[in-house]
């Protein structure tokens, strides 16, 4: 494991819209100079602008995922993958079934595995089959989360089952047509899985990022903010909005 500090790379832009075509030209640029790349995909609302920008280059015959193999962050417990708010069903919609990615090489957890320890150690022998993930793209909750890694997470933790915070319910509820439908649990990837990754690319927008992106890239690295743990890894890119960065000296 690294052990020493670095301070994460920063590019600041106007819009949502740059700070997307930004994250998308830096996967994009992976993709076309090497086909056989692993992704690591994140669900969220932040992402969805990229996700329509590789759509586009696809469409326009600028770019094809078909040799690329995709490992996605998360998913809800309980939710089957064809339940409308999985992050199964979000990643059909927005990515897989736009683009020609070969579906046996998408992985996302299982939200109805049975055996939890067999799944989650599968995931994480999967990842190291396919050569460790090149490029991981994050988004950030306001709580500093990334992934479903919630304050208090270990930098060493693994893809495993995990509680999600109160804050983090109320704020994926816009999603579901009730609070009390969101599940209490998801399998996520652990900190230690992400930074792995051998990039990492975390897209953030909007004033509700600001705080939580001014501790993750200028605050001390603890587990109180989880995406702060990311300032042991050499090779990460924040991509912000004006407001998102708004709090960064
Ligand atoms: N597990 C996901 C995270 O991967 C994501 O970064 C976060 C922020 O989502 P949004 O981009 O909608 O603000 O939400 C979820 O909790």
């Known amino acids: 494991m690294n052990h020493s500090l670095h301070r994460p790379k920063v590019v600041s832009v106007n819009s949502p819209s740059e700070a997307a075509e930004k994250t998308s030209n830096m996967i994009a640029e992976m993709l076309v ?24 280059r696809h469409r326009d015959g600028t770019l094809s995922i078909a040799e690329a193999t995709s490992f996605n962050l998360d998913e809800y417990l309980g939710l089957a993958g064809d339940h409308p708010q999985s992050f199964r069903a979000f990643m059909d919609e927005h990515l897989f079934r736009l683009v020609d990615m070969n579906v046996s090489r998408i992985h996302i957890p299982d939200g109805l595995a049975t055996d939890l320890d067999a799944h989650t150690k599968a995931y994480e022998k999967a990842i190291a089959a396919a050569g460790g993930i090149d490029i991981q793209l994050l988004g950030i909750g306001s709580n500093g989360h990334i992934a479903f890694n919630e304050p208090g997470s270990s930098r060493t933790s693994r893809t495993r089952v995990v509680e999600l915070t109160s804050d983090t319910i109320q704020a994926n509820s816009r999603f579901f047509d009730r609070a009390e439908d969101v599940p209490r649990q998801a399998i996520s990837m652990g900190i230690g899985t992400i930074l792995e990754a051998k990039r990492i690319v975390l897209l953030a927008t909007g004033p509700a990022k600001a705080q939580a992106v001014k501790d993750a890239v200028q ?31």
Request: proline share 9%; with cysteine; hydrophobic share 40%.
């Open 33 to 56: 100079a090497t086909p056989r790349i692993t992704l690591g995909l994140a669900t969220g609302s932040t992402p969805i602008p990229v996700y329509q920008d590789l759509v586009q």
């Open 219 to 249: 605050g001390d690295a603890n587990e109180s903010c989880p995406a702060s743990l990311l300032q042991y890894h050499p090779d990460v890119t924040f991509v912000l909005d004006a407001e998102a960065s708004s709090l960064l000296q």
